[in-house]
């Protein structure tokens, strides 16, 4: 069967000529099932792809990053889709795409150290 597009799919499934993406193809991309997609799409209010005539989702390359990056937030670093929530808002949706998902987790321990010393500056005050 003859491709669409000219230029073949990268090691990430991504076809870097093609400009939309049906949500068929994204979930074979994300290995995140269909109905997860659409249900992220009403916790995440950002995450609204556009539709065709057809009422059908086209997904571009960003919005496949976004997608990659609450599935990280969510399965791999365990946060709640509150906290995934909180924490994309807190960030910035442009910010959280730039910096990736691997800095949340330092910046949580950078975090977590500063209040503990903090802590036991306190404690040594009393």
Known sequence: ???????????DGINP???????????SITKV????????ESEFRWM????SRSKQR???RRDIDMILLIKKLLYEQRFTIA????KL???????????GPLT????????????????QSIRAML
């Open 48 to 51: 609204a792809p556009q539709k």
């Open 89 to 99: 808002r807190e960030l910035g949706v442009g910010t959280a795409l730039e910096v």
């Open 17 to 27: 000529n093609k400009r939309y993406y049906r949500i068929g193809e994204v979930s």
């Open 58 to 60: 086209l997904y571009r």
């Open 33 to 40: 099932k269909p109905y997860v997609l659409r249900y992220w």
């Open 104 to 119: 949340f987790e330092a910046d949580h321990r950078a975090r977590y150290r500063k209040i503990r010393d903090e802590l």
């Open 83 to 86: 906290g995934a929530r909180n």
């Open 1 to 11: 069967m003859a491709s669409r597009a000219t230029g073949s799919a990268g090691d």
